[in-house]
């Protein structure tokens, strides 16, 4: 086929790709990242673009991940209708005659396709679990009540407290495939429980994707979360994975601006100040005003956080998704910040008797040491920053206690970086932050 017979779509993916500068290679690596993938084969994926950019084949299962990747929609950079109201065929013309299920195969081949990539590179636990969950999914072809759904959101939030993010990741995206394979057959009437069903999952995917590093692919993974509980109907789900979504950003995933402007809109769909979920963002706003120096102003959402004693939402929806050590959390992080050392060190001890999960111990324990370095005591506090990270296991890497040494770092004056004691926490933040994410 010559250049004056390729179809308008093939010219514009290959002229938007070398506009950039990107090599196949990298255009693999941003469609992965367009699609939420954290692993995957990259030079496969080149193959493909290759193939696709000679107009041989049309991209329909990437069109999106095309469309993010280039910052624009479906419709502008194909031509065509979103392949999600229409089928779109090898040449890159539309089949009037498509239905709403070929949308949900397309989805269920493109969620398929991402496991597939990732077993391309040995991503998925080598115990095999996955794979076998695959062949179950399969094979089943029973669907599973709403309260079975919710049995298995709450297994998932607790294995995301315990267990290696990369395992996390692995089964909720099995489940994840079945909760689609489910939706597209529901009645009117199930379409609202299993919708809150793939928000919670989602957003709990997306919590994984942050412990993991891979803040784009979790920031798509907010937004998915964001329109599956809207779909739901549910204004309590709704704020539960908006607030979830602001308080991840605080851990290098956003700037700080961003998470409060996130927290603001939150709170636009209650405006009740009486309500568990304005307190619920107070607690996040805190932290975000303490990053910022604002202290004060940070103090006054803290109480807002902690004296709260109203209706209780949290338990309807995933009851472990939230403890009242959390509160403790709250206020270790705030006046750590603030240079408080006493009621910092009673915040902390407070939380750790009620025995958290590691990422939570851990994080509140640096709480300690970047409390030292606000009072003066750079070397003592980067020196107990260092033991801390030092002591992780491997499995307990996480972005998220990477973040909050780092938050360290940042209170350091810049005059002051050079010290000793600080390179060694720089390297102990580097040999501890999570690896799980390269696409190379």
Known sequence: MSDQQLPKWAVRIWAERERRGWTKHEMARQLMRGAGLSYGNVVNLARQIYDWEKGKHFPRDWAR????????????????????????????????SATSDDWYDMERRRLLELLVLSLGTGAL??????????????????????????LACVDHMHALQRQPPVQVRDGLLIDLLAIQRQLKNADAKNIPGLSRVAAAQSFILANTLTRLGDHSAAIHWWRTAKAASDASGDL??????????????????????????LVDKARELRRDKSSFWYADLAGTRAKALTLLGRHDEAKRE??????????????????????????????????????????????????LAHKPNYQHATNTRLHEAVCTVVNGGIDQGARQAT??????????????????????????????????????????????????????
């Open 65 to 96: 991940a095309y469309a993010t990747a280039f910052d624009t929609t479906v419709e502008k950079l194909f031509g065509v209708p979103d392949p999600t109201q229409r089928a779109v065929d090898l040449a890159g013309t539309v089949e009037d």
């Open 125 to 150: 636990a080598s115990s095999g679990e996955p794979i076998r969950q695959l062949l179950d999914l399969t094979l089943a072809s029973e669907d599973r009540s709403t309260e079975d759904w919710e």
């Open 236 to 261: 309590h789900v709704r704020l539960m994975v908006r607030s979830e979504e602001a308080g991840c950003g605080l851990y290098g995933q956003r700037d700080v601006s961003t998470v409060l402007a």
């Open 302 to 351: 803290l109480a807002t956080f902690v004296d709260y004693d109203g209706e209780d939402w949290r338990a309807r929806i995933i009851p472990t998704r939230w403890s009242f050590g959390q509160r403790h959390f709250a206020e270790s992080w705030v006046y750590a910040g603030a240079g408080d050392e006493t009621k910092a060190d009673e915040a902390r001890g407070r939380l």
């Open 387 to 440: 033991a801390i990270l030092d002591a992780l296991p491997t499995t307990h890497h996480s972005a998220m206690i990477t973040e909050t040494g780092k938050i360290l770092l940042r209170m350091v004056p810049l005059d002051q970086q050079h010290r000793l004691a600080v390179q060694d926490l720089r390297a102990a933040l580097a040999a501890t932050a999570p690896h799980a994410t390269s696409l190379h």
